[in-house]
């Protein structure tokens, strides 16, 4: 069974880069055909695609988050990361780490914008 565990700082102030962690186990993040996705859900929002990894090392970014946003992974480590720079207090959310077709989650960390 697969299994997805964020990790990172949970309060930042403004400007500041996010960088999350994703530590994926029971399932490698370079084999099959998955993508290993970032989303995100604001306090009183819906959820909001971030962006995602291929098994190849493909990147695909939302257009939205695309000038701000970097993932990248450790294939030693069986991780994936997420940067978000400038973070700004519109950027407080719950942040998830997902494999896509979004069948495994992990269960989120809330991350907290505030000066």
């Known amino acids: 069974q697969v299994q997805l565990q964020e990790s990172g700082p949970g309060l930042l102030k403004p400007s500041q880069t996010l960088s999350l962690t994703c530590t994926v186990s029971g399932d490698s993040i370079t084999t099959n055909s998955f993508y290993w996705s970032w989303v995100r859900q604001p306090p009183g929002k819906g959820l909001e695609w971030m962006g995602a990894?291929?098994?190849?090392?493909?990147?695909h970014y939302s257009s939205s988050l695309k000038s701000r946003m970097s993932i990248s992974r450790d294939t030693s480590k069986n991780q994936f990361t997420l940067q978000l720079s400038s973070v700004t207090p519109e950027d407080t959310a719950v942040y998830y780490c997902t494999r896509v077709p979004f069948d495994s989650w992990g269960q989120g960390t809330l991350v907290t914008v505030s000066s």
């Open positions: 990894i291929g098994t190849s090392g493909s990147i």
